[in-house]
């Protein structure tokens, strides 16, 4: 069974830790209502997926903010800062999350933009991106209500190849629904893939024995692959039980194995830009590539991280949550301790294990 707990676990205690975390009982999840949405009247995409988001999610108008920002990857601080303010303006106490409808801008500065708006902006760490960054109230906290328990709204990007491929990134959030978990329901695999690549496989450390996050229907998997690429030439790479979530360490995923993805599959691979969404520095991978596979979340850095297991999500605490029905939202943002640099991006409320909510 999962190694449940009442608290949430201290992240100075786990820097170096190899042993299963305390994984925090959570005690609820965010709901439809408690979710803003900001949409970029500058942009089409923006436009377009923040119309099919609020139809598809039932968002009032009371929801929505609309904004005029520039589209480039790079928010300057005025636009930040008056961004803020009119979140701050617009959204009352009942807001806890919110869902950015683009893809750019996602970063201020080194901060990714969704830890500026949920932190506050860190000018400082941009004078050396890989030191350690503010430490995030919500990691492995149990709160389903994290503005009101934390003073921190987790942010997510609505972020996709295109509009077609944002409304589709959308309704599988929505299918995802408690789809899992029930008694005599499908059965489905986590893959956790330690690779050749010793900067970017230091999250491998953290896989956990699969004994320790058992439930029925559910599948933990640590495999040896040297890339994820490999994986397309085994024969059961499209076979056996769907993918529920997919992590790795390296630069590239490339072409994505054929997996067979759930609704609400996460996945993510640690490198240094991949939360640079519009064009990753040095050839890497962006994490948009998870979504156009199949994903229905994933994250990525928007500056140089180094590898700090912290800066990345804990594969045991974002398995851990998402099991016990919490959003994908909340499950990224409480398996990163420190998230100043993390961009998130896919549908926020998908939670195929938690309840169906009523039409």
Request: charged content about 20%; hydrophobic content about 40%.
């Amino acid at each position: 069974m999962l190694a449940l707990l009442t608290g949430p676990a201290a992240w100075a205690q786990e820097r170096s830790s190899t042993r299963a975390p305390a994984i925090a009982r959570i005690a609820g999840r965010l709901q439809a209502p408690q979710l803003g949405l900001v949409v970029n009247r500058a942009d089409p995409y923006s436009v377009a997926v923040g119309a099919h988001y609020r139809r598809a999610r039932r968002l009032s108008a009371e929801q929505v903010l609309v904004v005029d920002l520039p589209i480039g990857a790079q928010l300057g601080i005025e636009d930040f800062e008056r961004l803020r303010g009119a979140i701050t303006e617009r959204f009352g106490d009942k807001i806890q999350a919110l869902a950015l409808a683009w893809v750019t801008p996602y970063a201020v500065g080194c901060n990714s933009l969704a830890g500026a708006l949920a932190l506050g902006h860190d000018e400082a760490l941009c004078q050396n991106s890989c030191r350690p960054s503010r430490p995030s109230a919500l990691y492995n906290s149990p709160s389903g209500r994290p503005w009101r328990d934390h003073g921190v709204r987790p942010v997510m990007h609505l972020a996709a190849a295109s509009v077609g491929s944002a409304r589709a990134l959308v309704d599988r959030g929505v299918r995802a629904d408690g789809s899992l978990g029930r008694r005599g329901g499908a059965t489905v695999r986590a893959r956790l893939l330690t690779t050749d690549d010793s900067a970017r496989n230091v999250r491998a450390r953290l896989y956990p024995e699969p004994a320790l996050l058992r439930r029925p229907g559910v599948q933990v998997e640590v495999e040896a692959a040297a890339t994820v690429e490999r994986l397309d030439g085994q024969a059961d790479a499209s076979a056996g039980a769907p993918v529920l979530l997919l992590q790795t360490g390296q630069a590239q995923v490339g072409r994505l194995p054929r997996q067979r993805w759930v609704a609400g599959a996460l996945a993510d691979h640690l490198t240094s830009y991949g939360g640079q969404l519009d064009a990753p520095g040095d050839g890497q991978s962006s994490a948009m590539a998870w979504i156009e596979g199949g994903a229905t979340a994933s994250h990525g850095s928007a500056s140089e991280p180094c590898a700090h297991v912290q800066k990345f999500p804990h594969p045991q605490i974002l398995l851990g949550h998402y099991l016990q029905g919490a959003t994908a939202i909340e499950a990224y943002w409480k398996s990163v301790a420190w998230p100043q640099q993390s961009v998130f991006i896919g549908e926020p409320l998908a939670a195929p294990y938690g309840a169906r909510a009523s039409p």
